[in-house]
Structures are given as C-alpha cells and as structure tokens.
C-alpha cells in the first residue's frame, strides 16, 4: 500500500487536518494572555476555562491544547471513539460508541451538562469538536432507554436520509443538540474549533449543531421519518416524546435570535477543501495534472459510481491524471453483508468500469473515510485497480452479488484493496482519489 501513489496522496491529505498542525494556529498564550480564534480571554483567578472535546478528533485537538494552555485549563471532559485514546495530562477522557451511542455515550452527555450548567458569565468553555459527536455525547428524553436510541439511530443511518435530515431528527431526542448546549453554557462564553465532517460546512450539522440556532421542528422531523418509512419503525417511547414536542407540550429547540447564542462563537478549523487542497499538491509533486471536480459526493452509493465510472471513460486529456471528490455518499443497506460506504463505492465503480469498454487502461481509485474508519469495519476504505479486472474469478455477476448483500468488506478481504490506516485523530469527510496513469 505504501507504494501506491492514492494512498500517499491520501496520507497527505490526512496530515494537513491533523489537528497537531491545525490547533496552534488558533490558540495563541502570550504572557498568560489567551487568544483562541481571535477572541481574547481575560483570565484571573476566579475565571473558570473549562474544556469540553467531542467527536473522532477529540483526543489529538486536546492534546495539542493542553500542550498551548497547560495549567490555564480549571477543568474538562474529552469523549472520543473507542480505540481513539490519547494520553491526555489535565483533561479526562471517556471512549465510547459510534456510529450508534452506547451507555458511555449517555454518560459523557451527562457530565459535559454537570461541567457547564452552572458557570458565571465571567467564565469560558472551549468547545472542541468534530466528526462523529452526535453518536460519542448523547442523552434520552424522559422515558427512553439507550436501547431506544440506538435503534432510533440506526434507522436513521441506515434510511437513505442524508445528515441535515439525520441530525434534525437527532436534535429533537436530545437535551443537549440543537443548540442546547450553549443555552446550558450561558451566560458563561463559549467559543468552538471545529473540524468539520459536513458537506458545505454547515454549522448546524456538525455534531448536530450543539452550539448553533436551530430553525427546525418537531413537525420537520415527523415529514423526515414519514418521507423515509420510519414512523411505525421508531421506538413507541421516542414517537411519544416527539408527539408531545409537536403538540407544544415539549419546548421547542433554541431558536435563532436566542439570546443564547449571544456568547457564542464558532469557528471552523479544518475542512474536506482543507484535504483536498493538500491532495492537490500532494498529486502534483507526484507529477500528475490534477483535476478537483466542483461538485461534492452527496447522493447515492451506486448512482455517484456511476458518474465517477462515466467520468473516467469519458477522459480524452493529458497523462498522468488525477481527479479528485470530496464528501459523503448516502446508502440505504438492505442486505446482510458487511462493508462501509467507501467500500461499498470503491466495489460499485469496479462494477461499473467492468461494463465500460472504453474505460481507461490504467486506472487506480481510493476511496476512503478521512477519519480511518469506514462503517462498522477496521478498514478506512478501499482501492481498486485496472489490474483487478484481469482476474477471470472478478465479473459482473460476482461484483454484482457483493454489491447487493452489501458485502464489499467481504469482497476485498478475498480480492485485496482494504486500506487500513488505523485511527487517523481527524475526521473531514471522504476522499476519492483516481488516478489515470499512460
């Protein structure tokens, strides 16, 4: 793998949102003058600096906190993937679930609200964040279990819904999503980096928006669960707390306008733009000519293979070239199997190149998560190759058989192609990288 030139592009994306290099361009200490993302902090012994960390990101944004901050920090809670521990010096750290919360999960929602319930107005919450918060810090509404949550997610993730519509329903279960948190927060201040895992960078999805306005409703999240099939699915206990959230009994998320909101500042930190301008140049130093496509990955597993498989086909330019997409597919699983979306995208344009007969000679595609992890698997993604379908026991039926038991971990476990990086401490979406060599 590591003489693959998809890969080391890939690698390099990774790095330049790694937030080792990221989070000391926005936490500056200057003779105990603090400066996170342009906001100064004015600190004396009776200000509170409490810091809350969440997603898959989490551990190494603290680390590489602490190391600025040290002792400036009173105290915190770090909830991170498992498997996704740091040794962290000052902040506690609580591994849990994802991509659908646990007990731990339920948990750590409850000592962040402990930590920040009651802060004055003179006191400051830096709130680290990425990808993957909205499954590692949840909570129950009254009456419902874990049990309930976690199947209520798992519809969600696997209805075909994207994440706008995912998060809203999720902001509707919660005491702490959908801008929650900074009416917990207040009127203490509360400034968030992110690191975003969302398509346009949408502030209220990321880790369903705790620190930002939320314009949904309860209506809205029952037009989602009817528009996907899941209202007689859900749990009876979450359709009766959502049912009492639409008749007015349950208030309302907190709105924009909110004073809530007044001492709260976000910041995005790092991006998908941010790994593929890095992949850019990345490809470039390998000496290829590089193609960004405008468009993000959004939309369906198999209908996006397809227009990456015409894509390839219909390319009549120069050699050596790379093309790269950044994003998240959306796939509604039905079957048995076992993969990721990125595998399952890498098997679909393997699929697809399959029938084209004016698919390029030589070809190589990645397709893999950013964060290292791809679905419920140990594989970040996968890569497929030219090479691949010169082997007679790789045809239409047999990829076709694989792609519709959502089997692609299975299918590149006896083929080659699983890219395993291991946790990556940073989480922007996925990156397919293609590559036509001469």
């Not at 880790?207 to 029952?222: K, Q």
Request: proline share 4%; aromatic share 6%.
């Amino acid at each position: 793998m590591l003489n693959n030139v998809n890969y080391r592009i890939f690698i390099d994306a990774i790095r330049a949102v790694h937030p080792q290099y990221i989070i000391q361009k926005y936490i500056q200490v200057k003779e105990d003058a603090v400066t996170i993302a342009g906001k100064s902090i004015k600190s004396n012994s009776s200000t509170k600096l409490i810091v809350i960390a969440c997603g898959k990101a989490s551990a190494a944004m603290v680390l590489a906190t602490e190391h600025i901050l040290g002792n400036l920090i009173t105290d915190g809670v770090c909830i991170t993937k498992y498997s996704h521990a740091l040794p962290l010096k000052k902040i506690e750290i609580i591994e849990a679930a994802h991509p659908y919360p646990d007990e731990n999960s339920i948990k750590a929602g409850g000592i962040v609200s402990d930590k920040v319930s009651s802060l004055s107005e003179n006191d400051f919450v830096l709130l680290l964040l990425s990808g993957g918060a909205s499954s590692l810090m949840a909570d129950a509404p009254d009456g419902c279990t874990v049990e309930d949550i976690q199947q209520l997610n798992k519809l969600l993730v696997n209805s075909g819904a994207t994440i706008n519509e995912i998060n809203i329903v999720r902001k509707h279960v919660s005491r702490l999503k959908g801008g929650h948190l900074s009416k917990l927060i207040y009127p203490a201040t509360v400034i968030s980096l992110i690191i975003s895992d969302v398509p346009d960078n949408t502030l209220e999805d990321i880790a369903s928006g705790l620190t930002v306005a939320d314009p949904s409703t309860y209506e809205n999240v029952f037009q989602i669960l009817q528009k996907y099939n899941m209202l007689s699915k859900i749990p009876s206990t979450v359709f009766q707390h959502l049912n009492k959230g639409r008749t007015g009994l349950i208030e309302e998320t907190p709105k924009p306008g909110s004073k809530y909101f007044s001492k709260t500042f976000n910041t995005i930190i790092a991006s998908n733009q941010s790994a593929l301008d890095a992949a850019t140049v990345s490809a470039n130093k390998e000496g290829f000519y590089v193609i960004k496509l405008p468009k993000q990955l959004p939309g369906d597993t198999m209908q996006t293979a397809i227009k990456i498989s015409n894509y390839l086909s219909e390319y009549n330019g120069g050699l050596p070239v790379c093309f790269l997409w950044g994003g998240e597919t959306t796939i509604h699983v039905t079957g048995n199997g076992i993969g990721g979306r990125n595998q399952h995208l890498a098997l679909c344009i393997l699929h697809e190149l399959n029938k084209n007969r004016n698919r390029p000679e030589r070809f190589t595609v990645l397709c893999a998560g950013t964060d290292g992890t791809d679905g419920p698997t140990d594989a970040a993604g996968a890569i497929i190759s030219s090479e691949m379908l010169e082997k007679n026991e790789i045809s239409n039926d047999s990829t076709q058989s694989f792609i519709s038991e959502f089997n692609s971990y299975t299918f590149f476990k006896m083929h080659g192609g699983l890219i395993h990086t291991g946790p990556t401490q940073t989480n922007v979406m996925d990156i397919v990288i293609a590559v036509i060599d001469k």
